[in-house]
């Protein structure tokens, strides 16, 4: 969903709100939106993070005190605000406001992970390579630069492992921190 279109169904959903009052909800929900776009976000995720408009509309009408229409299997009803309990997801918002940093630190630091565990991946090949043709050098009588080429290979062999296996290992740990932040963001508890 895009962002207009989340204000718009906000919008709807505040209309028992005093002109002023809703103005001032839009205009705080869209400033948000626009610092969220500005740290980088996806549009989507990030009204994603916001929640259901019409969840969100009915939290604040309920913290106002405002009576809330409600259907359920058909039937309409209206029930007094005041007397819903809080959901889980009470200040999802502050927490989706707060991971936008820690979303934009753990995809960099994926991407560069991605970027080292290509790197080791690319080191152990021309290890791989080398290692061949150093021991050719070595074989046909030019002893000294077969084995600089064998060194130079061996070394590239086990930066590149090396590099490989650490870039993995981090990659995964990122990967857990990433559904950390994002059990946190939706209220999940851990048992």
Same mark, same amino acid.
């Given at each position: 969903? !895009? @962002?207009?279109?989340?204000?718009? /169904?906000?919008?709807?959903?505040?209309?028992?709100?005093?002109?002023?009052?809703?103005?001032?909800? /839009?205009?705080?929900?869209?400033?948000?939106?626009?610092?969220?776009?500005? +740290?980088? @976000?996806?549009?989507?995720?990030?009204?994603?993070?916001?929640?259901?408009?019409?969840?969100?509309?009915?939290? /604040?009408?309920?913290?106002?005190?405002?009576?809330?229409?409600?259907?359920?299997?058909?039937? +309409?009803?209206?029930?007094?605000?005041? $007397?819903?309990?809080?959901?889980?997801?009470?200040? @999802?918002?502050?927490?989706?406001?707060?991971?936008?940093?820690?979303?934009?630190?753990?995809?960099?630091?994926?991407?560069?992970?991605?970027? #080292?565990?290509?790197?080791?991946?690319? $080191?152990? &090949?021309?290890?791989?390579?080398?290692?061949?043709?150093?021991?050719?050098?070595?074989?046909?009588? $030019?002893?000294? *630069?077969?084995?600089? #080429?064998?060194?130079?290979?061996?070394?590239? &062999?086990?930066?590149?492992?090396?590099? &490989?296996?650490?870039?993995?290992?981090?990659? !995964?740990?990122?990967?857990? &921190?990433?559904?950390?932040? *994002?059990?946190?963001?939706?209220?999940?508890?851990?048992?």
């Amino acid at each position: 969903m !895009k @962002a207009n279109e989340w204000i718009e /169904i906000l919008e709807k959903g505040l209309g028992p709100l005093p002109k002023d009052e809703r103005d001032g909800v /839009i205009s705080y929900y869209k400033e948000m939106i626009a610092d969220g776009l500005e +740290c980088g @976000a996806d549009e989507e995720e990030f009204v994603f993070t916001l929640g259901n408009p019409v969840d969100v509309a009915n939290k /604040i009408l309920a913290d106002n005190g405002e009576k809330i229409f409600s259907k359920n299997d058909g039937d +309409c009803a209206y029930e007094n605000a005041d $007397t819903q309990s809080p959901t889980q997801n009470d200040g @999802a918002w502050i927490r989706g406001l707060i991971a936008i940093p820690l979303y934009a630190l753990t995809y960099t630091l994926l991407i560069i992970l991605g970027s #080292l565990i290509f790197a080791g991946g690319a $080191t152990v &090949l021309a290890g791989v390579i080398a290692l061949p043709f150093s021991i050719v050098e070595w074989a046909s009588g $030019t002893v000294i *630069n077969g084995a600089g #080429l064998f060194g130079i290979s061996l070394s590239a &062999l086990g930066v590149g492992l090396a590099l &490989l296996i650490g870039s993995i290992m981090a990659f !995964k740990s990122a990967t857990k &921190l990433n559904g950390k932040i *994002n059990s946190w963001i939706k209220g999940e508890r851990k048992a």
